[in-house]
């Protein structure tokens, strides 16, 4: 399981990298920009989501060792 969020933490760190290549910083909000800056906070969102994930999957194995 930790190989596997570790792939998909950098997947999203990828998209984040090419999302940025595509913004235009003139015009942030306008045209293809505007798809860039939904892809990178969707995608911060997702490293977010998977960084919390690895932390309760740490807790759980640690609750399970106390028993």
């Keep these: 399981m930790k190989i596997f969020t570790n792939i998909l933490v950098f ?14 910083f003139n015009h942030p909000f306008q045209g293809d920009s505007a798809v860039a800056s939904i892809g990178i906070a969707a995608s911060f969102c997702a490293v977010l989501i998977l960084l919390i ?9 640690k609750m399970n060792d106390k028993l």
């Design 53 to 61: 994930f690895r932390m309760s999957k740490k807790i759980e194995e």
């Design 11 to 24: 997947l999203a760190l990828a998209l984040i990298i090419f999302n940025i290549t595509l913004l235009d």
